[in-house]
Structure formats: C-alpha cells, structure tokens
C-alpha cells in the first residue's frame, strides 16, 4: 500500500509564494510518477505539474508555467511543489497523487492519492 501525505497549504497573498511538500511511504513508493492536482469549490479537479522517476522530467499545466516547480527528492521520498506569484484562482485543494506522469497531467492516470492541503490565495 502506498500512502501520500500532503503540507504546506495555508493562505497568501496575491503575488505570494507557498511551497507544498508530498511524503510518499509504502513499499511501492519508487516505482510512480507523481502528480500535484487541485480542486476549486464547485471546479473538477485538474492537473497541476507532475514529475517522472526516470529522469525527474516535469509536465506543467499552461495555467501555471512559469510560477510552479515541482521538485523530486529521492533520499527522502518527497516530492515539493514550489507556487510563485500566486493568484486568487490558485485558490483550491491540492493534491498529490502517485501514477504516470505522461504528455498531459490528467487524473485518470493515478492511482494512489493524498488527503489534500487547503491553499487560499487573498487580499
């Protein structure tokens, strides 16, 4: 079983910057790519950035490019995604996930997901 814990949310600024922090434990846990999503009150869930085991190559979705990294620190099997210049649509739960990580970030494709953490992005 492989189990996925998210931190980091919290509120901001528009303009603010958060860095979110997966922590992935189980057996398995190597052998997935994984995904950030979010979700807005009343939005479907959408994909964020995700990051491949192979090589560490990233997808981003075209909302945030530019202002997400995600991140993969295989020592301590956390992956981080770091939000800059954050914007009131930002604004959701977001998730992490373990799956593939192919050309779109789409959650179909995950199999194992987190509890979620609470980001607000407000004056």
């Known amino acids: 079983q492989l189990q996925l814990v998210e931190s980091g949310g919290g509120s901001v600024q528009p303009g603010g910057s958060l860095r979110l922090s997966c922590a992935a434990s189980?057996?398995?846990?190597?052998?997935?790519?994984i995904g950030w999503f979010r979700q807005a009150p009343g939005k479907e869930r959408e994909g964020v950035s995700c990051?491949?085991?192979?090589?560490?190559?990233?997808v981003h979705a075209n909302a945030v490019k530019g202002r997400f990294t995600i991140s993969r620190d295989n020592a301590n099997n956390t992956v981080s995604l770091r939000m800059n210049s954050l914007k009131a649509e930002d604004t959701g739960v977001y998730y992490c996930?373990?799956?593939?990580?192919?050309?779109?970030?789409?959650?179909?494709?995950?199999?194992?997901w987190g509890q979620g953490t609470q980001v607000t992005v407000s004056s």
């Open positions: 189980g057996l398995t846990a190597d052998n997935y790519d």
């Open positions: 990051i491949r085991r192979r090589d560490d190559s990233t």
């Open positions: 996930a373990a799956g593939v990580c192919s050309g779109y970030v789409l959650p179909f494709e995950y199999e194992y």
